[in-house]
């Protein structure tokens, strides 16, 4: 008799009929976990909300780890009093990162914060999982279920399906935020959005290391030689930063200009072509700097960045004049300093930087969509002209609006609306993001 290894016994199985799916309930369900829905997210469990957090990737952090932005921008403001304009979900990390030394303060312009994205993604993991949060990865959102009142046209979120290799989920929620960069929850739904006319353009970002870092180009220098070669290597952005982690062998590059397509073939190859150009960019470093950049070798490729696609057609559409007047809205729930930054040209994009005293605003009608009482979004699909949405949809006035669309919603439980909180108590307890 043969020698059996194991007990273990195997049965064949058949898919059962009805497409069945996994149901889930919370009274918060999170659609992308980005630095905006994981603020949301995190906030709401501390509020003692129940939460789910579900994402498109197959890892939480978003672009924050999964398309090595490497900067936190728009956390601070101008120089030269860099006043601290965005807290909640920054101060622990912050703190944490900073005993590590996997965090740096790049004094410019203003303060833009470089971090170890690795490390930030093992910091965000256990920081969800030690709050009981619970995760759906891999999860692209298929279908939208809401209970519409017939009179008036308004309507509450009750469902949403999403879609994972593992099958189907269903999560029953009360309330909703839609943090997924490109409104997909608010799509589904069927609700207004808005896209621009012609491409604004992502990045794709490489980590590399190996480098002589002491002798590492000047910004200035880096991109007139990008310009005096970017026939030569083929280079279509003809500016663009390299990110050098102080103490460390390696940095970021910023250098490429990639379509974003909502279309899901365009861009699978929008992807491939973004590896390619920064490949060609690579070898431009090499070539051209062999003393910072000769024994370069690429760690990693991120996910393709996204910078703006499709967004909420909001209450208000936040514009550039409100941007540059530094207008304050008496529902203001995020504020930054952040310049214009619109990539909308292949070869460059705008670059509008502020004074040293200013701040500008995002209302929370600019989160809200006309007619759905439990739904808020956060991050760069909330609205504004492509301008002033080019202005605050850097991570920290994302994370500022998540933090807001947890406090906003929980006004809001019980069956009430969040065009009709109490906007005092809101303002009380977004203060520090927005008057401390």
Same mark, same amino acid.
């Given at each position: 008799?043969?020698?059996?290894?194991?007990?273990?016994?195997?049965?064949?199985?058949?898919?059962?009929?009805?497409?069945?799916?996994?149901?889930?309930?919370?009274?918060?369900?999170?659609?992308? !976990?980005?630095?905006?829905?994981?603020?949301?997210?995190?906030?709401?469990?501390?509020?003692?909300?129940?939460?789910?957090?579900?994402?498109?990737?197959?890892?939480?952090?978003?672009?924050?780890?999964?398309?090595?932005?490497?900067?936190?921008?728009?956390?601070?403001?101008?120089?030269?009093?860099?006043?601290?304009?965005?807290?909640?979900?920054?101060?622990?990390?912050?703190?944490?990162?900073?005993?590590?030394?996997?965090?740096?303060?790049?004094?410019?312009?203003?303060?833009?914060?470089?971090?170890?994205?690795? +490390?930030?993604?093992?910091?965000?993991?256990?920081?969800?999982?030690?709050?009981?949060?619970?995760?759906?990865?891999?999860?692209?959102?298929?279908?939208?279920?809401?209970?519409?009142?017939? !009179?008036?046209?308004?309507?509450?979120?009750?469902?949403?399906?999403?879609?994972?290799?593992?099958?189907?989920?269903?999560?029953?929620?009360?309330?909703?935020?839609?943090?997924?960069?490109?409104?997909?929850?608010?799509?589904?739904?069927?609700?207004?959005?808005?896209?621009?006319?012609?491409?604004?353009?992502?990045?794709?970002?490489?980590?590399?290391?190996?480098?002589?870092?002491?002798?590492?180009?000047?910004?200035?220098?880096?991109?007139?030689?990008?310009?005096?070669?970017?026939?030569?290597?083929?280079?279509?952005?003809?500016?663009?930063?390299?990110?050098?982690?102080?103490?460390?062998?390696?940095?970021?590059?910023?250098?490429?200009?990639?379509?974003?397509?909502?279309?899901?073939?365009?861009?699978?190859?929008?992807?491939?072509?973004?590896?390619?150009?920064?490949?060609?960019?690579?070898?431009?470093?090499?070539?051209?700097?062999?003393?910072?950049?000769?024994?370069?070798?690429?760690?990693?490729?991120?996910?393709?960045?996204?910078?703006?696609?499709?967004?909420?057609?909001? +209450?208000?559409?936040?514009?550039?004049?409100?941007?540059?007047?530094?207008?304050?809205?008496?529902?203001?729930?995020?504020?930054?300093?952040?310049?214009?930054?619109?990539?909308?040209?292949?070869?460059?994009?705008?670059?509008?930087?502020?004074?040293?005293?200013?701040?500008?605003?995002?209302?929370?009608?600019?989160?809200?969509?006309?007619?759905?009482?439990?739904?808020?979004?956060?991050?760069?699909?909330?609205?504004?002209?492509?301008?002033?949405?080019?202005?605050?949809? +850097?991570?920290?006035?994302?994370?500022?609006?998540?933090?807001?669309?947890?406090?906003?919603?929980?006004?809001?439980?019980?069956?009430?609306?969040?065009?009709?909180?109490?906007?005092?108590?809101?303002?009380?307890? +977004?203060?520090?993001?927005?008057?401390?």
């Amino acid at each position: 008799m043969p020698h059996e290894l194991t007990e273990l016994k195997v049965k064949t199985v058949t898919k059962p009929a009805g497409d069945p799916a996994e149901e889930l309930s919370a009274d918060v369900c999170v659609v992308g !976990a980005g630095i905006a829905g994981l603020s949301a997210a995190i906030e709401a469990r501390k509020l003692g909300r129940s939460v789910v957090l579900a994402d498109a990737l197959p890892v939480l952090g978003g672009q924050c780890v999964n398309s090595l932005i490497g900067l936190f921008c728009g956390v601070y403001g101008n120089a030269p009093e860099y006043h601290r304009l965005t807290h909640g979900i920054f101060d622990r990390m912050f703190a944490d990162l900073e005993k590590t030394g996997d965090i740096a303060y790049n004094r410019r312009h203003t303060i833009t914060v470089a971090y170890d994205e690795v +490390v930030l993604g093992r910091w965000i993991e256990n920081l969800v999982y030690d709050l009981g949060i619970q995760v759906v990865l891999g999860a692209s959102v298929l279908a939208v279920e809401s209970d519409a009142e017939a !009179a008036t046209g308004e309507r509450r979120l009750a469902a949403v399906t999403f879609a994972t290799r593992h099958g189907k989920v269903r999560v029953r929620a009360e309330g909703f935020v839609d943090a997924s960069g490109d409104a997909a929850l608010a799509w589904e739904a069927g609700l207004p959005c808005r896209i621009p006319e012609r491409t604004i353009y992502g990045s794709q970002q490489v980590r590399v290391e190996n480098l002589r870092t002491e002798n590492r180009p000047e910004p200035a220098e880096l991109v007139a030689a990008i310009k005096a070669n970017a026939e030569r290597y083929d280079l279509p952005r003809l500016e663009g930063l390299a990110f050098f982690f102080q103490g460390r062998d390696w940095a970021v590059l910023n250098m490429t200009h990639v379509e974003s397509p909502l279309e899901a073939v365009r861009a699978s190859r929008a992807q491939l072509e973004g590896r390619a150009q920064a490949d060609r960019v690579v070898r431009f470093l090499r070539e051209v700097f062999p003393e910072t950049f000769g024994e370069a070798r690429v760690r990693s490729y991120g996910f393709p960045g996204r910078r703006q696609t499709r967004w909420l057609a909001a +209450v208000h559409q936040l514009t550039v004049d409100e941007v540059r007047s530094g207008h304050r809205f008496p529902d203001a729930v995020a504020r930054t300093a952040w310049p214009i930054e619109l990539h909308d040209r292949i070869e460059g994009y705008v670059w509008e930087e502020f004074g040293p005293d200013h701040v500008h605003y995002v209302p929370l009608r600019s989160l809200l969509a006309p007619g759905v009482h439990n739904m808020v979004a956060a991050g760069r699909c909330v609205d504004g002209d492509a301008a002033a949405l080019s202005s605050v949809r +850097v991570m920290g006035p994302c994370a500022a609006m998540g933090f807001a669309a947890a406090h906003a919603l929980d006004l809001a439980s019980g069956g009430g609306s969040v065009h009709e909180i109490d906007l005092a108590a809101l303002r009380e307890r +977004v203060h520090e993001n927005v008057d401390a």
